[in-house]
């Protein structure tokens, strides 16, 4: 299982990534808002890059916000994978990405808490970071439901009570 959900947690991850990114440009456009360079400053204090508060650093922004998006979506992979997909898991992932990203931005002194932040730049953030979960976990449950039901939908399926999306399950011989 493990190795599916590396390959196809990068996967999604991109593809959430990519999804986020047409929101934000298309979102830029109509509200005016510029780009936002604090994942490539948080990512030159991780690293120890030298950090030029002149220039636009649209590489290292790029590397970071594939990569987070990229590696958080092997996470998103391995819930899809153990049985926890759908609307509610990736709910569930939507603050997972919102954590690693303040983790970091407020570790490395580039980002603030969001509750000190202007409502409406917290507001276009969640959005953005929510589209982004919800894109990454349709990917992750497609492609992990080729491998069939995980292991928290079987149990679902033979428990009294429990509701599950899985359908009937193959008899065990």
Known sequence: MMKRALWQGAVAGTAGVLVMTLGEKAEQRLTGRPDSHVPARTLERLTGMREDPGRQPVPVNLAMHVGQGALLGILRSVMSHAGLRGPWASGKFAVVRITSDQILENATGVGAP??????RELAVDL??????????G??????????GPGPGQR????????????????RER
């Open 127 to 136: 959005l953005h970071k929510t589209v982004y979960a919800f894109a990454t």
């Open 114 to 119: 969001p509750p000190t932040w202007p409502r």
């Open 155 to 170: 149990h679902a399926a033979v428990r009294p009570g429990r509701h599950s999306d899985v359908g009937p399950l193959p």
């Open 138 to 147: 349709a990917v992750a449950d497609a492609l992990a439901a080729r491998s």
